[in-house]
């Protein structure tokens, strides 16, 4: 079975600081990997995601990630937060090539102080 | 574009009474639809999948007499929770896919519905 771990619950960063939030998934096929953010009181949206191709993904608001497939890991990264990226983060994995569900990590709640 | 709504945003009701929640894509057609239940401070966990005109299909757990989707159209999922619990109190929150999109496999995702039984 498909699953999906993120390896920090609570993480407090001061503003400017590097982000780095881990995510390790569990499935020997080919997958497509997501990640998701949840601001305070709003719905989840999608921050980025990766199908296929350049292993290094860009997404919105100056985070990316990248897939290592011999690691079976998909970290997200930003070089300098903001406070405004305090937020659940929720990393997601489903297996190509039907529509599969999706499975989510326990999410890391994300604290930054300015 | 991209827009999932879901009605009620929040709803209390008293134990052992039915509630329905709506799920609608409002500029997509949602071919297959997904209600996940998110308790507090913890990831979402699918409760089921919707296809239109056709049953769902429930995770392993899930009581589908309990929670009973219907997908009856292409912008519309109902979610509705039956002689409902205490401990059905929750978060629950629908995404929709649209295969006609580029991105085949995204899920957008509604706002939820925060229901409270008393």
């Known amino acids: 079975a498909q699953s999906v771990s993120q390896h920090n619950h609570h993480v407090i960063l001061s503003e400017a600081a590097s982000l780095e939030l881990g995510c390790n998934y569990s499935?020997?096929?080919?997958?497509?990997l997501f990640w998701y953010v949840q601001y305070p009181g709003q719905h989840l949206q999608l921050l980025l995601k990766y199908f296929s191709g350049d292993p290094l993904v860009k997404g919105i608001k100056g985070f990316e990630a990248e897939f290592i497939k011999s690691k079976f890991s998909f970290n997200l990264r930003k070089p300098s937060v903001q406070w405004s990226d305090t937020a659940e983060y929720f990393c997601?994995?489903?297996?190509?090539?039907?529509?599969?569900?999706?499975?989510f990590g326990a999410g890391t709640r994300l604290a930054v102080h300015p | 574009g991209a827009v999932v709504s879901q009605h009620p945003s929040r709803v209390i009701c008293k134990s052992g009474t039915s509630v329905k929640i709506e799920c609608r894509s409002l500029?997509?057609?949602?071919?297959?639809m997904f209600w996940y239940r998110q308790f507090p401070k913890q990831s979402l966990m699918l409760m089921a999948t919707?296809?239109?005109?056709?049953?769902?299909?429930?995770e392993q757990g899930v009581e589908k007499d309990k929670f009973l989707i219907n997908h009856a159209s292409l912008t519309l999922s109902t979610l509705t929770v039956t002689s409902a619990h205490p401990e059905d109190s929750s978060f629950y929150i629908c995404?929709?896919?649209?295969?006609?999109?580029?991105?085949?496999?995204?899920?957008?995702f509604g706002p939820g519905t925060r229901l409270t039984v008393t």
């Open positions: 997601a994995v489903n297996a190509a090539g039907g529509y599969n569900k999706l499975i």
């Open positions: 919707s296809n239109e005109g056709s049953k769902a299909t429930y």
């Open positions: 500029d997509f057609q949602a071919t297959t």
């Open positions: 995404s929709a896919r649209d295969a006609e999109r580029g991105a085949a496999y995204e899920q957008y």
């Open positions: 499935y020997g096929g080919t997958v497509n």
